[in-house]
């Protein structure tokens, strides 16, 4: 049988540990018999970005921007450990957090559902898009502990030297705390088009939230620049294509978020965001089964696995052990970027594979087969649990 063919290259970040296994198993095994990949490879695995001073992660940014779409393995954000495990000459930033600062990305994190894994929540039959603002706030913050008698205020000094002072406190009685955040607009509306832009391309609506009855100006703002962009840029897309946008306070967002069947993006400030997205993963049943994909505001997508390099399993590999790690994520990840690629190049055939790839992944886990994770969790009669390899090789027979 001819094999696809593709037009313009895919951007290809391999990475490390079991993750980097996996990407092997699911070319050779999934991808590579059926489609003549056009990749641009990076190596983002650690030894050669610290071989490269971390050049390599900067140039695969770079290359997303150029050709628009990306995949990503997991990789390792170096730690302490690291530093000795594979003898770095830095402690090299998170590669996410690199990408994400060259597209000025969001990300959106979503899970693939399947029969046999129930949420906690049982009305969620269809899956919560989470985007969460990935700039500001108190992850950029300055903050202090304060004695007794201090006399703490927000201080301004405009372009022309002119000072603003606002009291935060006065400490008369006891000592404290303080803390100073801030955004800035063009992150916020990078933010707000990169999630109307999603909403477009995947047919969901967008629920937006905050606090902004406590937080008139802060929360307030971040409610203004997204009506605004809504209005001038998206609403009569949106009304077009029949979907929505809406803004609601956060306390109501939650409880409208738990009655709900699923179906939307919900775009949560950073906080809101961080905290929200591990709740939502866990009530869904498996951080293996969550997706995640970088959206820039321009249009450009990186897509890969919400989890990690699965270190504890690559060690069990090393030494010659039988592992059972699941792959779905990953192959979602290739699935998303495939399918990208096809649309934006006119290609329906390389889409169909894509469609045909995750439908025989879903169909794999429903006839019962599936990664141990999946098999503790999973309601199913008669499942098996199976190690890395064999699952893999079960999506190819039902792909074939
Ligand atoms: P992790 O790789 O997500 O794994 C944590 C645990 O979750 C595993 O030990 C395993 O539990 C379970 N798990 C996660 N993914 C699984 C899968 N696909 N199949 C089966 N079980 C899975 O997190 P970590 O161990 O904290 O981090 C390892 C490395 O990943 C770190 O160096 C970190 O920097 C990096 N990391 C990278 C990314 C990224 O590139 N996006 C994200 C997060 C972490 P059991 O051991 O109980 O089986
Ligand atoms: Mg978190």
Request: glycine residues 6%.
């Amino acid at each position: 049988m001819a094999k696809i063919q593709m037009k313009t290259p895919l951007v290809e970040m391999d990475g490390d540990e079991m993750t980097r296994v996996i990407w092997k198993m699911i070319k050779d095994i999934l991808i590579l018999p059926y489609v003549d990949l056009k990749s641009e490879y990076y190596d983002l695995g650690l030894e050669y970005r610290n071989e490269t001073n971390d050049r390599v992660t900067i140039d695969s940014a770079e290359a997303t921007k150029k050709y628009g779409v990306a995949v990503k393995c997991a990789t390792i954000t170096p730690n302490a450990a690291r530093m000795t495990e594979y003898n770095l000459k830095e402690m090299w930033k998170s590669p996410n957090g690199t990408i994400r600062a060259i597209l000025d990305g969001t990300v959106f994190r979503a899970p693939i559902l399947v029969k046999g894994i129930t949420p906690y929540i049982p009305t969620w039959t269809k899956p919560i898009t989470i985007a969460r603002h990935a700039y500001g706030d108190i992850y950029k913050n300055s903050e202090m502990q304060v004695d007794a008698g201090s006399k703490c205020e927000l201080v301004c000094t405009d372009a022309n030297g002119k000072e603003t002072r606002q009291t935060i406190h006065n400490f008369t009685k006891s000592g404290g705390i303080i803390q100073g955040v801030h955004n800035v607009d063009s992150s916020i509306a990078s933010f707000a088009r990169s999630c109307f832009n999603y909403a477009l391309d995947t047919h969901q609506d967008v629920w937006f939230s905050s606090k902004d009855t406590i937080s008139k100006k802060y929360d307030h703002h971040f409610k203004d620049i997204f009506a605004e962009i809504y209005e001038n840029e998206y609403k009569a897309r949106f009304e077009e294509a029949g979907i929505e946008y809406f803004y609601t306070l956060i306390d109501d967002a939650v409880a409208r978020v738990i009655r709900s069947e699923g179906g939307y993006i919900w775009a949560c400030k950073n906080y809101d965001g961080d905290v929200m997205s591990d709740m939502v993963a866990t009530a869904y049943g498996s951080l293996a089964m969550m997706t995640s994909v970088l959206v820039s505001p321009d249009g450009v997508y990186e897509y890969e696995a919400a989890h990690g390099t699965v270190q504890r399993h690559y060690y069990k590999y090393l030494k010659g052990e039988t592992t059972s790690t699941n792959s779905v994520a990953t192959i979602f990840a290739w699935t998303g970027a495939l399918r990208k690629r096809g649309e934006m190049d006119g290609l329906t055939d390389l889409v169909e594979f894509a469609d045909k790839l995750e439908s025989a992944t879903i169909a794999t886990i429903e006839d019962g087969v599936m990664t141990g994770d999946l098999a503790m969790i999973s309601k199913l009669e008669n499942k098996q649990k199976v190690d890395t390899e064999t699952f893999l090789r079960e999506v190819a027979k039902r792909l074939a």
